[in-house]
């Protein structure tokens, strides 16, 4: 599967984006699908994680409250929601898959996912 983000950019300290991932495919609903950042000179971490079905997300405590991932299987996309951002969430964030036969598991270490995408920036500054 091959994975595009969008919807990156500049946004003011309290505002909010919503990150789209793409994916290419007909099996896209066989995927588990999650958000990762990396921000300059720290490691990727975990941002967000969605089940195949959609039914179970799981949040790292930092964005918790704040970010809100979803999916839509019919058009093979994972979406983020991102509100209330600081300057702590400037980082490049990629989407990730893992095929499960699980349909309810989440899955929050980067080494559990097959496939990603290159990123979108996203920059918080006044």
């Known amino acids: 599967v091959q994975l595009v983000e969008s919807g990156g950019g500049l946004v003011q300290p309290g505002g909010s984006l919503r990150l789209s991932c793409a994916a290419s495919?007909?099996?896209?609903?066989?995927?588990?699908m999650g958000w990762f950042r990396q921000a300059p000179g720290k490691e990727r971490e975990f941002v967000a994680a969605?089940?195949?079905?959609?039914?179970?997300?799981y949040y790292a405590d930092s964005v918790k409250g704040r970010f809100t991932i979803s999916r839509d299987n019919a058009k093979n996309t994972v979406f983020l929601q991102m509100n209330s951002l600081n300057d702590e969430d400037t980082a490049v964030y990629c989407c990730?898959?893992?095929?499960?036969?699980?349909?309810?598991?989440?899955?929050?270490?980067?080494?559990?996912?097959?496939?990603w995408g290159l990123g979108t920036q996203v920059t918080v500054s006044s």
């Open positions: 990730a898959a893992r095929d499960t036969s699980y349909l309810g598991n989440v899955y929050s270490a980067a080494g559990q996912y097959q496939y």
């Open positions: 969605i089940s195949r079905s959609g039914g179970r997300t």
């Open positions: 495919g007909r099996t896209f609903g066989t995927y588990a």
